[in-house]
């Protein structure tokens, strides 16, 4: 159960990452973030009516707002990144956000078996190899380092916390709803600050109502794929959870092949390869 949950995460926050990368070519990040995580949170506010989410508030919840503040800053900081690009230097860095809930795991305990550190170990390397590192380049390129790291960080964070937030799927709802109105919240508050500073809030066209469909799957993938994570993370060990969830840059990159036909590199073909090794490593540890 642990490694479907995981890797369904992966395949979501993968496509999220996507979608919400060229989303931010056409317009502000603040923006696509406000709106794709109002989206979701409208999504949820009716899920949590219709299941009785509200009964099951509790102190559990502030690990949600706590992601909720800690959310908008990743997302802002990555989508900045993938819009800089170039995608070989923000997929790799991207999967450093795995060494804060593996952390959390080893300190609360879990002490993975010998077949699983050698699936950390390989799924990690693959999932590096599968973004195409290019450490190298223009300025730019250090500023997409930079944002990635803070992305990473961020990301591994709520990891963490939105594990803690709830017990059960309906309070999983709860947590998620609380999430997503604190992110759309520290997000519009942000953006109402660039604004106020000159940046503009559309692009020069206005708002490009076509794109609301993508914002809203970019907004509800990006829900869905913490709410399968932390559904994994509670029914095994986090050190697994964690890495399975962190393939999503295979993902990214996958979908940049098929939907934008750029070719794969051979580094990152035999990366996709070693990714799937350490999966099954890790699936069958």
């Known amino acids: 159960m642990t490694a479907f949950f995981a890797l369904t995460t992966s395949l979501l926050w993968g496509l999220a990452d996507f979608g919400g990368g060229l989303l931010t070519r056409r ?7 406000v709106v794709s995580q109002g989206i979701a949170a409208a999504v949820l506010g009716v899920i ?12 559990r919840l502030w690990f949600a707002f706590a992601a909720g503040l800690v ?4 997302l802002f900081s990555f989508y900045k990144a993938l819009a800089l690009g170039p995608m070989g230097v923000v997929s790799p860095l991207a999967t450093l956000s795995v060494a804060v809930p593996v952390g959390v795991g080893l300190f609360l305990g879990e002490r ?3 077949v699983q550190v050698a699936g950390i170990a390989v799924a990690v390397t693959g999932v590096v190899l599968a973004g195409g590192p290019q450490l190298r380049g223009a300025p730019v390129q250090r500023r997409a380092i930079l944002l990635t790291l803070v992305a990473a960080g961020g990301f591994g964070t709520v990891f963490a916390l939105i594990t803690e937030a709830s017990t059960n799927v309906t309070g999983l709802f709860l947590a998620l709803f609380v999430q997503r109105l604190t992110n759309v919240a520290g997000g519009g508050a942000a953006l109402w600050l660039s604004v106020r500073r000159g940046s503009p809030a559309l692009p020069e066209g206005g708002f490009a109502w076509s794109t609301l469909p993508a914002l ?3 907004g509800l993938a990006d829900v869905a794929a913490n709410g399968t994570y932390s559904v994994a993370a509670q029914h095994g060990p986090v050190t697994v959870a964690a890495v399975l969830a962190s393939l999503y840059p295979v993902v990214t990159a996958l979908a940049a092949r098929g939907f934008l036909s750029e070719r794969l590199r051979a580094v990152q073909a035999a990366g996709a390869g070693l990714a799937l090794v350490g999966t099954l490593l890790l699936a069958t540890g």
């Open 27 to 33: 317009a502000p990040a603040l923006t696509v973030i």
């Open 48 to 59: 949590v009516v219709a299941t009785g989410g509200w009964s099951e508030a509790g102190p």
């Open 71 to 74: 959310g908008p800053v990743a």
């Open 112 to 114: 993975p078996g010998l």
């Open 216 to 218: 809203g799957f970019v």
